[in-house]
């Protein structure tokens, strides 16, 4: 049968366990801070956190990618050491559901990853910043010879949304990504997941855009990362609340995996799940 997700059969090494896109992924998230735009301080405790795992995996999540800190539009910048003590709360207890799910570290900070893979098993890392806002990480990732999501964002949450402008949005980031998978294949990065950023520095058009656009960047054969839950690109086109926002959240979900995304990053496991089901019937 045509693979319809990737021109090549891609596999993503976790320690040590092969991950096939061929069925695309799912990435549920776990955020523990008290800030974030949709499920902030619903996570802060240890108890929560734990349910929290305890369910995205029951729902069928293959990864879960943790953060301590907020990349909303505007938010605070913690000091390094805030965010790992905020990690405290989830990283010691996950080592024992280590290898049987992946979990994905998100963070800009080259120290962090490299103490979360080290003394915890994280085995992939989510760099919102494509190591723009750390020199240090490519050299790192390349080290530690583990997965690495590079995501596109003009600026930094604290300026992303500040009029973000562009000749071609797609195109600019495919020009963007096109340097750092070079760069990256260089120093040995062998497992590379590119995520567009919807979101990040983008206009509602922009982000439209994008998703029009999307099945342009199956030009790197590489995995494509997919988050657009929740986000304002759905909210403030439908006037509604980030609470009201599955919906739509569905509807993109969809049209970004009949355009070739290989992992959608989400909150709601279990319809993201169902949606990959229906979409695979839709190209069997």
């Known amino acids: 049968m045509e693979n319809n997700f990737l021109s090549k059969p891609k596999f993503l090494n976790c320690n040590g366990q092969l991950m096939n896109l061929s069925t695309p992924r799912i990435m549920g998230i776990l955020n523990v ?3 974030s735009f949709y499920d902030g301080n619903r996570y ?5 956190i734990r349910e929290r795992v305890e369910a995205m995996i029951s729902e069928g999540a293959d990864i ?11 938010a605070e910048m913690l000091d390094e050491t805030t965010e790992w003590e905020r990690l405290q709360k989830v990283l010691p207890f996950i080592k024992s559901y280590v290898p049987q799910i992946c979990f994905s570290l998100d963070s800009f900070r080259a120290a962090i990853a490299k103490r979360a893979v080290e003394e915890y098993g994280i ?6 910043s494509a190591g723009e806002m750390d020199a240090e990480m490519f050299e790192t990732v390349a080290k530690l010879n583990v997965p690495y999501v590079i995501m596109h964002m003009q600026g930094t949450p604290q300026t992303m949304q500040e009029n973000p402008e562009y000749k071609s949005v797609t195109q600019d980031i495919v020009r963007y990504f096109a340097k750092k998978t070079a760069e990256l294949k260089r120093i040995g990065v062998n497992d590379i997941i590119i995520d567009p950023g919807f979101g990040f520095g983008k206009t509602l058009a922009h982000n439209y855009q994008l998703m029009t656009e999307l099945d342009d960047f199956k030009v790197f054969e590489l995995p494509l990362l997919v988050g657009v839950s929740r986000k304002s ?14 919906t739509g959240t569905i509807a993109l979900n969809t049209a970004a995996l009949l355009k070739g995304a290989n992992i959608l990053r989400v909150h709601d496991v279990k319809e993201a799940v169902q949606v990959v089901r229906i979409v695979k019937g839709i190209k069997a």
């Open 64 to 74: 879960i990618d943790i953060g301590a800190m907020s990349s909303r539009p505007k």
């Open 44 to 48: 802060f405790s240890e108890t929560k």
């Open 233 to 246: 690109m759905i909210f403030k086109l439908l006037n509604i609340t980030p609470d009201e926002a599955l």
């Open 33 to 35: 801070t008290p800030d």
């Open 123 to 128: 085995g992939m890392i989510n760099d919102i």
